[in-house]
Nanobody, 125 residues
Framework: QVQLVESGGGLVQAGGSLRLSCAAS????????MGWFRQAPGKEREFVAA????????TYKDSVKGRFTISRDNAKNTVYLQMNSLKPEDTAIYYC??????????????????WGQGTQVTVSS
């Protein structure tokens, strides 16, 4: 069984930065990809960024390109989301997720098998 634990959320002013971490535990953890999603109040959960575990290829939601960076540390079984130039519309609960099998589109929720509990990010204007 895989467990994902997020950390690093908090309250920040617009224009500020936060770094989220997601630590994975479980036997022989070797996903195909890891992703970050977010869910704002009253809205559906949406894709933010993903990284393939072995090659490190990345994809991003258009609105976060150039501001957010996803990275992973395979030795620590940890994925990060560096968020810069934060905007109030980035306010949401951020979830990390692990996809065990290959997918053509890691932007889709059904591609993921395990989810963390989420961490709150609040950006004040």
């Amino acid at each position: 069984q895989v467990q994902l634990v997020e950390s690093g959320g908090g309250l920040v002013q617009a224009g500020g930065s936060l770094r989220l971490s997601c630590a994975a535990s479980g036997r022989s953890f070797s996903p195909a990809a890891m992703g970050w999603f977010r869910q704002a109040p009253g809205k559906e959960r949406e894709f933010v960024a993903a990284v393939t575990w072995h090659h490190g290829s990345t994809t991003y939601k258009d609105s976060v390109k150039g501001r957010f960076t996803i990275s992973r540390d395979n030795a620590k079984n940890t994925v990060y989301l560096q968020m810069n130039s934060l905007k109030p519309e980035d306010t949401a609960i951020y979830y990390c997720a692990a996809a065990i099998d290959y997918s053509r589109n890691y932007g889709n929720i059904p591609a993921y098998d395990y989810w963390g509990q989420g961490t709150q990010v609040t950006v004040s204007s």
